[in-house]
């Protein structure tokens, strides 16, 4: 049976109550450290010709005897510096900025805790000011350039053949964990452009790694406006962090990329890698792959089988652990390993192109093109193709703890194996057509195609409180499924001459199919007594076919009513048809075929949702930093569902609500910004939810739709503030986020104690159950997280990337278990430490801890409250070493408490290889051990709100591979594509 921890006796009050000590006592000790007594040095500083104060230069003070750096600061927006706790002492204080002569002057300071007034310093852009004495000048690794942070990629230090990701890792207040998620600042990247375009479409990840290190000159970190706010030039605080890469001088023509291909022991191998055709504005990338080592890729979105096909249940209780609270580990780990065998990075986060890994064992082949290129003057284009199959095969085993009722337990346990072949084609574009200063239009059309085929078994064994057997079952499915999704955007935007004075319009238009066909066999057993069962046999055919179409036009006009205030009126309409046709028909004995229709079991529906959403909108810069925004929209929407089998009916209802929201965002100079928001929305119920029509997917635990069900009211509101110091490296971010849900669509179920006939017929043995959905109040979560990022030297040259972060989760989902209202509560605490190094170009190294802990309380059985933890460390080393050897490994130990039987164990998995490179480190030859200590598992936790599981799938274990890997570089400086258009031809390969 699942073992449970022991209980904890805190409460969640108190737990919540700790843990706000804990930050307050993290916050305290950090203010502490910062406070230290001294001197303050004030100046102001201001453009010598224009007398106008310049904000983002850089001030350092430093030590006349040896010049080491002593405090340093960045002037805010009125010219303002304030350097503090400066310690008495003789000093230089050097001022300069970009565009600037820099400006340097003595100091002697005798006095203690007092502040130093130097003045205004007025600095010229020609000449060389000084007052005494002239300084060596001091290399900038950072600058700011107004709310752009610029790094110099050559003053940090990179392998010759690392990555984009390899140098934003060593960038002050950057982050990049081991699942391939960017973070600038304490804040998630969104999109990264190259050269001011975009790259790989807006997956971070696969942008940075598919891009060299070696041909970057800078990166700059910024937070981008909205489109919209962009076009009408009022902020309105929809900002996006983003990364900028811009690439050398003389590596933006030519081709650069990496080939890789490598073989080992039980048949596995890989190989692959990405070439890129760069000329001027035209840009072309081009990757590939294929392997059987759970290197996958692709959207989830494209995988037709993750969001449907059939309604396997494996896949619905996939996409259930997905959404819940639940710890991993174990698992393949392939991230740094790839980079060390050349293969380019496995298990990203889920983007436009690349995603984490999948269940069980998978072999992948894949190919994709990305094209950038500006056709005319104002007409800008980029586009992808990309095309994957893969063959993954997962064996699970779970045991899940079922409770309901007061005293009532049952233990399932699973042996579930999922065999599918899916593949995906994904194409996309977008047009920029800047038809004059006053006039511009997007084109963004889309187009994906999959197909997938499933072979699925499940045996099924529950068992009473006493050990006694409740029911089994054994369920075999195929199921074949392939379908399209399609949309096309346009967008038009106007600037009148009045400044503040534009219109917008936005049409959308979108198509999707999703059809297949499958067999669904099972033998169920339901036990009546010890000895006696009865035993309930499906034979089904299952065809389906799926239907959907929606358009929606947005327009937006904004008008300036004063010299900071402007009002945007918006209007929306939207509508979505969705089509449902699935047939069951069981299997005739007689005939031998599948051809007696099960009417309750089939159905035939069609549903139409429609808004028309009308709002006002009033924004007020305060200053250039600081801005408000207020308003209301009135949304009013139609829900009609027609039925014609297995019962008729039509339904229709209609909401009517209002929606406001409130912004308020501050940027303090350039270093820092705050931003809070609240938004209220509505979410409809889908049609699966509105069918009342059984789903037998799983022949012991039954869905039904509810056609009663109304829109869910969520009220959010979230706040955030961060804060970056250019001068030591530190970034500091904190976020809270707080979601309260109205007639909160959840689950009813009733779980059968004994043979049992429910209203219409629906017969449920002993031990299943039958959900539904219902509308209840009382849905709310909250979360919680802060990071501290800081550079740290504890011995001389030895430079380290620090980052500490600390967060915390609450949900509580109620729900009815057989007439009982229950309220799950999941508490996840989640600290981390992490540590990268940034020593030498051949020494590369990080280290990381990461504990998750979490509590689980439920109103209806808290004797069944559980606490559990999920402990990580993670290690990263890459060494080369005595002319050309590289040694490279990765380390992750996995400590699991809390879980069930065998499963708290702890997990070394230990990767590591040992190469050549050659020709003048062009190419790579190496030996790889993947999981040399054999020890690699997964196991994870899923909490749903009537049940606890924990599941362990088969992985990946030790395997030998002997990895090739050559890095392309052929640049060719003066030979540029004219801006604008035209062809030149592109220079071969060794001219």
Not at 245 to 266: E, H, R, S, T, W
Request: proline share 3%; with cysteine; charged share 15%.
């Amino acid at each position: 049976m699942l073992l449970l921890a022991k209980p904890s006796s805190l409460s969640f009050f108190n737990m919540f109550y700790k843990f706000n000590v804990l930050i307050i006592l993290c916050l305290t000790t950090c203010s502490i450290a910062f406070s230290q007594s001294g001197n303050t040095v004030r100046g102001v500083i201001i453009d010598s010709t224009s007398k106008v104060a310049i904000p983002g230069v850089k001030a350092q003070l430093l030590k006349q005897s040896d010049d080491s750096f002593v405090s340093g600061a960045i002037s805010d927006r009125s010219g303002i510096f304030l350097l503090k706790n400066v310690p008495s002492g003789q000093y230089t204080l050097v001022v300069q900025s970009i565009g600037y002569a820099k400006y340097n002057k003595n100091l002697n300071i005798s006095s203690n805790n007092d502040t130093v007034k130097i003045g205004t310093i007025r600095l010229g852009t020609l000449g060389y000011l000084t007052d005494e004495v002239e300084v060596t000048a001091i290399a900038n690794r950072v600058e700011l350039k107004g709310d752009t942070t610029e790094f110099s990629a050559n003053s940090f230090k990179t392998d010759k053949n690392a990555t984009a990701e390899d140098l934003v890792r060593k960038l002050p207040g950057m982050e990049v964990d081991a699942s391939g998620t960017v973070k600038s600042q304490g804040e998630q990247v969104r999109r990264v452009l190259v050269d001011g375009k975009p790259f790989f479409g807006t997956d971070p990840s696969a942008a940075l790694k598919n891009l060299p290190a070696e041909v970057i000159d800078k990166v700059q970190s910024f937070d981008a406006m909205s489109d919209q706010s962009a076009f009408t030039k009022f902020d309105d605080g929809d900002r996006t962090k983003t990364l900028n890469i811009v690439m050398k001088a003389d590596k933006k023509n030519g081709q650069f990329g990496k080939l890789y291909a490598g073989y080992g022991n039980q048949e596995r191998y890989t190989a692959g890698g990405n070439v890129n055709f760069f000329n001027g504005d035209r840009r072309i990338s081009v990757i590939a792959m294929s392997n059987n080592i759970n290197q996958q890729n692709f959207s989830i979105q494209d995988i037709l089988g993750a969001v449907g096909g059939g309604n396997n249940p494996m896949m619905q209780r996939m996409g259930s652990m997905m959404r819940s609270f639940s710890g991993s580990s174990g698992g393949s780990r392939m991230g740094g390993m790839m980079r060390g065998m050349g293969g380019g990075g496995g298990g990203s986060s889920v983007g436009d192109f690349l995603v984490g890994q999948s269940d069980g064992i998978t072999q992948a082949h894949a190919i994709g093109i990305n094209y950038s290129d500006s056709w005319a003057k104002g007409l800008s284009t980029s586009g992808s193709y990309f095309v994957n199959y893969s063959d993954n095969t997962s064996n699970q085993n779970i045991n899940r703890l079922y409770f309901f009722g007061d005293t009532t337990t049952q233990n399932n346990v699973q042996n579930n194996i999922n065999q599918s072949l899916t593949g995906n084609h994904r194409f996309n574009f977008r047009m920029d057509y800047t038809i004059d200063s006053m006039n511009s239009i997007t084109f963004q059309p889309q187009l994906s195609f999959q197909t997938t085929e499933k072979k699925y078994s499940s045996a099924n064994n529950t068992v009473d409180f006493y050990n006694l057997p409740v029911n089994s079952s054994n369920t075999f499915t195929n199921t074949e499924n392939d379908g399209y999704n399609g949309s096309m955007d346009l967008s038009y935007r106007h600037r009148f001459m009045t400044d503040g004075r534009t219109v917008s319009a936005t049409v959308k238009i979108g198509s999707s199919t999703n059809n297949g066909s499958g067999k669904n066999d099972a033998i169920n057993q339901f036990y009546t007594t010890l000895q006696q069962a009865f035993t309930d046999t499906l034979k089904q055919d299952m065809p389906t076919e799926g239907n959907g179409k929606n358009a929606n036009t947005n327009i937006v006009y904004t008008e300036p009513i004063h010299k900071d205030g402007i009002l945007q009126f918006g209007y929306s309409y939207a509508i979505n048809e969705n089509t449902n046709d699935k047939k069951i028909y069981d299997f005739d004995p007689i005939t031998e075929t599948y051809s007696i229709l099960n009417r309750r079991l089939s159905n035939n529906s069609i549903s139409t949702y429609s808004t028309q959403r009308p709002g006002i909108t009033y924004k007020y810069n305060f200053d250039q930093f600081t801005n408000l925004s207020i308003g209301i929209d009135y949304q009013s929407a139609k829900l009609t569902v027609d039925q014609s089998y297995p019962t008729s009916f039509s339904d229709t209802k209609t909401f009517n609500n209002i929606l406001p929201s409130i912004t308020y965002s501050m940027r303090n100079g350039f270093t820092s910004n705050t931003r809070f928001s609240y938004r209220a929305s509505t979410n409809q119920p889908s049609l699966s939810q509105l069918q009342k029509v059984i789903d037998n997917s799983d022949p012991v635990r039954l869905t039904v739709g509810n056609p009663n069900l109304v829109q869910e009211y969520t009220h959010q509101i979230s706040g955030n503030y961060g804060t970056f110091n250019m001068m030591s490296g530190t970034a500091f971010f904190t976020m809270v986020n707080v979601g309260i849900t109205n007639n909160k669509i959840t689950n009813s179920s009733f779980i059968a104690s004994g043979d049992t006939i429910l209203p219409g017929g629906i017969r449920l043995g002993n031990g299943s159950q039958l959900t539904s959905q219902i509308n209840i109040d009382g849905a709310w979560n909250a979360s919680t997280f802060l990071t501290y990022t800081f550079p740290i030297e504890p011995i001389t040259g030895a430079k380290l990337n620090t980052s500490f972060n600390l967060g915390g989760i609450f949900s509580r989902t109620p729900t009815l278990i057989n007439g009982a209202r229950n309220e799950a509560d999941n508490i996840a605490f989640t600290p981390s430490l992490a540590f990268a190094s940034n020593i030498s170009e051949n020494l590369d190294f990080s280290l990381s801890w990461r504990t998750a802990y979490t509590i689980v309380q439920n109103s209806i059985r808290s004797e069944l409250n559980n606490n559990y933890s999920i402990h990580n460390l993670y290690a990263r080393l890459n060494y080369v070493f005595w002319d050309g050897f590289v040694l490279n490994g990765d380390f992750a130990y996995t400590i699991n408490n809390g879980l069930s039987g065998n499963l708290n164990t702890t997990i070394p998995l230990l990767s590591i290889g040992i190469g050549k490179r050659f020709w003048n480190d062009d190419a790579e030859i190496k030996l790889s051990v993947f999981d040399a200590l054999n020890q690699n598992q997964s196991i994870s936790r899923n909490v749903a709100a009537n049940y606890i599981e924990d599941t362990k799938t088969n992985v990946l274990q030790r395997y030998f591979l002997l990895n090739f890997t050559y890095n392309l570089r052929a640049f060719n400086a003066s030979n540029a594509k004219p801006s604008g258009g035209g062809m030149p031809p592109m220079p071969m390969p060794g001219h």
